[in-house]
């Protein structure tokens, strides 16, 4: 039998794509550096120690040559530090790579699409072509019509001899119209994120870095906000993300509704929506006079009735609440029950494991539905 004639399966052992050097190390760096909330000199500190242990080097290409190449390729700088040392941080170069990162690990099956890419049922003046064609009608836009078409069916109607083309003759390309989403994303940052040697911050700065991604590379007009609440709440910025710590406080979830709601009442998009991060129970409001009421036994009935309050305000303005709730407590879960019963929104109990997408999911959903 002639060798050239056989087929069939040809087995061999799997090979790795090649990466170089610095890409095996960056990759790395970039996970560190987000657990460290953007502390350079102890990413590499935790680099070395795996280093030492997984022989993630040679001789030829070291934790210095490595560190000599972020600065070279513009990862980092050198900086003066507070309290007037000299120092190194990182750049926002480095800041979009972590993002991009993050977005691929969560969610990697997403690619970059054109602008908007959020289609709604109706028909009319819109960014994206169905591929439908009908007649000019008065009122249509000018950047709407085919030409193509129009000249073809100036040729049939009027015949090729001496081109003529008249109002009758225009079509016009149908396109949908393009949804738009205003989204606020609440993270606590309460003392409990990191409590019992369980690192719950870095999971949520990962999904809120890689929503932003997301959001600024496949969905441009939509609009992202941030803001974290602990016995306050205030807004950061995405470039902020890696930085982000978590502080000795308690859970005014009150502050936070509050505050995400007077963002999204300044948005013009029809469909806003709040996802809210959290692990523990709200144990704090802000008082009329400027001082806290506090309470971290059990659920303060006080302090609950205010978050329903502010539940039921947000259903009024027609922005739903998806809750996203790290803590497996029934009296928690109870909380949060009630919680998204006054909002008619939804909530989610989940561990640390499959946050990310299934915010992704979350979002994607209500991108296809009217939220108002």
């Not at 085919?146 to 083309?165: M, P, R, W």
């Not at 739903?320 to 928690?332: E, Q, S, V």
Request: proline share 3%; with cysteine; glycine share 6%.
């Amino acid at each position: 039998m002639n060798k050239a004639n056989k087929s069939g399966f040809y087995f061999k052992n799997y090979e790795a794509p090649y990466e170089s050097p610095f890409d095996k190390l960056f990759t790395i760096f970039k996970e560190l550096i987000t657990h460290t909330s953007g502390d350079f000199d102890e990413a590499i500190d935790w680099l070395r120690q795996l280093d030492v242990e997984y022989k993630l080097t040679t001789p030829d290409y070291t934790i210095n040559d490595f560190i000599e190449d972020l600065k070279r390729k513009g990862y980092i700088r050198e900086e003066i530090k507070p309290d007037g040392t000299g120092g190194v941080g990182i750049t926002s170069k480095t800041e979009r790579a972590i993002r991009q990162a993050a977005l691929d690990q969560i969610f990697g099956n997403l690619k970059k699409a054109s602008s908007g890419n959020h289609k709604s049922k109706h028909t009319g003046k819109g960014d994206e072509q169905t591929g439908d064609f009908r007649e000019f009608h008065f009122g249509d836009s000018v950047e709407q019509i085919s030409l193509t078409e129009s000249l073809k069916n100036a040729q049939v109607n009027n015949g090729v001899g001496e081109f003529t083309l008249t109002e009758r003759d225009l079509i016009v390309e149908e396109s949908h119209h393009k949804s738009q989403m205003s989204t606020v994303l609440m993270i606590d940052i309460s003392h409990s994120m990191i409590l019992y040697g369980e690192d719950r911050i870095t999971p949520a700065k990962k999904v809120a870095m890689a929503l932003a991604e997301l959001i600024t590379t496949r969905y441009p007009k939509d609009t992202l906000d941030i803001l974290v609440f602990g016995n306050d709440a205030w807004t950061i910025k995405i470039k902020d993300l890696p930085y982000l710590q978590v502080g000795p406080y308690h859970t005014n979830t009150v502050a936070g509704l509050q505050l995400a709601m007077d963002i999204l009442r300044r948005k013009r998009n029809t469909n806003k929506q709040i996802f809210m991060i959290t692990d523990g129970k709200p144990s704090c409001v802000r008082e009329k006079n400027g001082e806290y009421y506090m309470n971290s036994n059990g659920l303060d009935q006080y302090i609950v009735d205010k978050c329903y309050n502010q539940a039921a305000q947000a259903r009024k303005l027609h922005i739903p609440i998806t809750t996203f709730m790290i803590a497996k407590d029934p009296y928690l879960q109870q909380f949060v029950n009630h919680f998204t019963e006054a909002n008619q929104g939804k909530a989610f109990y989940t561990g640390l494991k499959g946050l990310g997408e299934m915010i992704f999911q979350d979002y994607e959903a209500n991108r296809k539905k009217k939220l108002r």
